[in-house]
């Protein structure tokens, strides 16, 4: 079973853009973590952002936390052709159960 | 470091046939899980072990799916008929404790024709 739904399920943009994805989840969370998955390759983990925290930043990557809404934003500023693949939002419930989304694939075209 | 190691990469199989999949965590890492992930999709919990003792196994098909984790390294997930359904990738991870990030192997892909 998956915890979370990501939106969009698919994105396209330039270099040089910004790209966003959400994540909404259904329940209470210890942390909410983003993956990236290359094609045919195993997940790599980004960044991980506490129920308590409402924003964290990594290079360029900007996360977003609004339990109240359950939901999250990935932004990826400045984007790159090497960023081009699957993004996973990932939630630690509160029974520390692990569950990933749906994913968004995001394409950036050089 | 090494990172997590899995093996094979690849395996095709006829249906009934049995599989296994075999997986070595980061050395240290006490938490180990197994993924299933299909094409397009999002991994999907099959079991976790915290040291040698699964702990959430409510997804793993017990009928056909087995797993261990002998002296709480590596690990075996055996699958036993296989059937054309469980065409999908095969994904090991393992984190420090089961409050952290998690490492992933390259995944085992598995045909069943």
């Known amino acids: 079973s998956q915890q979370g739904e990501e939106d969009p399920q698919a994105l396209s943009i330039q270099e040089g853009e910004n790209a966003t994805m959400n994540c909404s989840y259904k329940?209470?969370?210890?942390?909410l973590q983003w993956y990236r998955q290359n094609s045919g390759r195993g997940l790599v983990h980004l960044i991980l952002?506490?129920?308590?925290?409402r924003e964290k930043h990594s290079g360029r990557l900007r996360v977003t936390l609004d339990t109240s809404k359950k939901s999250s934003s990935l932004l990826i500023t400045a984007s790159r052709a090497a960023d081009t693949a699957s993004y996973f939002c990932?939630?630690?419930?509160?029974?520390?159960?692990?569950?990933f989304g749906t994913g968004t694939s995001l394409t950036v075209i050089p | 470091e090494a990172g997590v190691v899995q093996s094979p990469r690849y395996k095709i199989i006829e249906k009934k046939q049995p599989v296994a999949f075999w997986c070595n965590p980061i050395?240290?890492?006490?938490?180990l899980y197994w993924y299933l992930q299909n094409l397009g999709q999002g991994p999907e919990l099959l079991i976790r072990?915290?040291?040698?003792?699964?702990?959430?196994d409510s997804q793993l098909p017990k009928d056909r799916f087995s797993a261990e984790r002998l002296k709480g390294v590596d690990s075996t997930l055996k699958i036993q008929p296989a059937e054309l359904g469980d065409s999908a990738v095969y994904l090991c991870?393992?984190?420090?404790?089961?409050?952290?990030?998690?490492?992933f192997g390259e995944g085992s892909r598995l045909t069943v024709l």
């Open positions: 072990y915290e040291n040698e003792e699964a702990v959430d």
């Open positions: 990932a939630t630690r419930g509160t029974g520390n159960q692990f569950y």
């Open positions: 952002i506490r129920s308590n925290e």
């Open positions: 050395s240290g890492h006490n938490t």
């Open positions: 329940t209470s969370i210890n942390n």
């Open positions: 991870a393992s984190s420090l404790d089961f409050t952290g990030e998690l490492f």
